[in-house]
């Protein structure tokens, strides 16, 4: 656990209502500046809800988010989606997309260009896309995508980053990899909080893990996780997963 | 034609001058219409402002040449069209809302200028431009409006680049992505009504999306893309031009095959340069 006692985000209460339809109910938990939280929940239960809310990308009903602390100060977020919404045909770089990342208006002339391009470069190299800087985002794989997506979050240098299901479709040691480097991010104080349908995975990874199934059914750490509760947010057995950590055998 | 008497006749000198204020226009605004998708939202405009322009010519009463207010009243038009195409789309799929909207909007306007046709002559002008018949007001009008785009583009620069690869994305990012989606729609309605002049409501959606296409197929970086963009635009209106006075053509038509043909030729180079960089191995090894 290489957590902070300084408290990245408060969420008390937190309601969201869609269509008419109860998404989010009751919502409350805290998350630690440096943590690695694992979101988990069955497909509808509102995680990727959750976080587009966390952004402010949808509105609450009710309750609240508080992000960091007064000792803290204000966070800088970066935004991992699920996947976006280009064509097969957009024609732009991935080193150009990852230097888009950076915050700012005006487009950069000079040496503040090519220090956005040195470090564009050097994010690309640390999420492994250093020989595919000039190719086509369109042309990378699937796994590429979403490593060039973290590198693209990095350039903004967040201190909370949330990913939505950034290892879906990619193979065992793609993800391996990509969550080992969340470890590293969230090793060097970057609060990450990782949506995955991947148990063993996020188990073996996450410092926390919340399960949501419209309310919270569960948050505490990661070797604690046991099957009843996996049982309890899906509302079935999951038979298939074999969670990596020792299940409590007095709480089948 | 000698080059000295080309400049002795100011009506030559003003369509030079409209004809590359417009081609610095639509080349920096195209790129931006192509990479998020507006090509047919743009031509949906580029229709409905023949609805406004109609509409300020039967109100204000006046010949075939357009006034200040006639533009004012056609920019107001199209932007209740614009409104109407983003309020539609809440339901439907906006490339419906957008076919909804200008088909009767074009059509309110071919209503009132058949109500209003004896008194104005050529409306084929309306249609395909009249270049040459450019006022001082008009010229103004494209160097305002280019003036203001350059600007937007370059306080935006960052902006634009986060809104045209993904809109949710770039709002998680805090790019206020409805606000750069309706700057752009407005500067696209006042674009697509004073080109009418130049090139006429029904080529002047060629004008902004070519260019942007020429610049996607040959650039991957967003400045390389907009450098292009307007480098083809500018090549497609001098050429057009020329070859309007060289073959005795309607310069409009005129400007849209040349950009049409900078299209093709940046198409023919992005695939062989594809077929360059992607050939495959032989199947059978050579000795």
């Known amino acids: ?252 | 034609m000698m080059a000295t008497s080309f400049f002795d006749y100011g009506f030559l000198v003003r369509a030079l001058i409209a004809g590359a204020w417009l081609a610095v226009l639509c080349g920096v605004l195209s790129p931006f219409i192509v990479l998020r998708r507006m090509a047919f939202a743009a031509d949906g405009l580029a229709h409905a402002s023949l609805g406004g322009l109609a509409l300020g010519l039967f109100v204000l009463r006046s010949g075939p040449t357009p006034t200040a207010a006639t533009y004012v009243i056609s920019f107001l038009f199209t932007c209740l069209v614009a409104l109407a195409i983003g309020y539609f789309a809440r339901r439907v799929q906006s490339d419906t809302a957008v076919g909804a909207c200008y088909v009767a909007a074009f059509a309110f306007g071919v209503t009132l200028l058949a109500a209003r046709q004896r008194g104005l002559g050529h409306l084929e002008n309306l249609f395909f431009g009249s270049i040459l018949a450019v006022q001082p007001l008009e010229l103004w009008l494209l160097a305002g409006l280019t003036v203001v785009a350059l600007a937007a583009c370059f306080v935006g620069w960052r902006w634009l680049g986060a809104w045209t690869f993904d809109e949710e994305l770039a709002r998680a990012e805090g790019v206020p992505v409805v606000a750069l989606r309706y700057g752009l729609m407005l500067l696209v309605a006042a674009t697509v009504i004073v080109a009418t002049r130049v090139v006429g409501v029904l080529l002047v959606a060629a004008l902004l999306v070519l260019p942007g296409a020429v610049g996607c197929l040959s650039a991957r970086r967003l400045q390389g893309i907009v450098l292009i963009s307007t480098l083809a635009s500018l090549v497609s209106a001098l050429s057009g031009m020329a070859a309007s006075n060289a073959a005795n053509v309607p310069p409009g038509p005129a400007i849209v095959l040349c950009a049409f043909g900078c299209f093709l030729a940046a198409f023919t180079a992005s695939r062989w340069r594809d077929r360059r960089a992607f050939r495959p191995p032989p199947l059978i090894p050579t000795a």
Request: one cysteine or more.
């Open chain 1, 1 to 252: 656990m290489h957590a902070t006692d300084c408290t990245a985000l408060t969420v008390t209460g937190l309601t969201l209502d869609l269509d008419g339809r109860r998404i989010l109910s009751g919502v409350s938990f805290t998350v630690r500046a440096g943590e690695f939280l694992g979101l988990i929940g069955p497909n509808g239960g509102g995680k990727t809800t959750l976080l587009r809310t966390l952004l402010g990308l949808l509105p609450s009903t009710g309750g609240s988010i508080a992000w960091a602390d007064r000792d803290c100060g204000h966070p800088r977020l970066g935004y991992v989606p699920q996947r976006v919404g280009v064509d097969a045909h957009f024609p732009l770089a991935a080193a150009e997309l990852v230097q888009q990342g950076a915050d700012g208006l005006l487009p950069r002339f000079g040496a503040r260009r090519r220090e956005a391009q040195q470090r564009g470069d050097e994010l690309l190299a640390r999420v492994g896309l250093k020989r595919q800087a000039a190719t086509s985002f369109v042309h990378l794989s699937g796994g590429q995508q979403r490593r060039l997506l973290l590198a693209r979050a990095l350039m903004r240098r967040p201190d909370v980053l949330l990913l939505d299901e950034p290892t879906a479709g990619v193979d065992a040691e793609g993800q391996e990899q990509f969550c080992g480097l969340l470890r590293e991010l969230s090793r060097e104080g970057i609060t990450v909080i990782l949506v995955s349908h991947d148990l063993p995975l996020i188990t073996a990874h996450a410092d926390r893990i919340a399960c949501l199934n419209v309310t919270l059914h569960w948050h505490g750490h990661a070797r604690e996780l046991d099957a009843a509760t996996v049982r309890a947010a899906y509302q079935c057995e999951l038979q298939r997963y074999q969670l990596r950590q020792p299940i409590n055998p007095t709480n089948p």
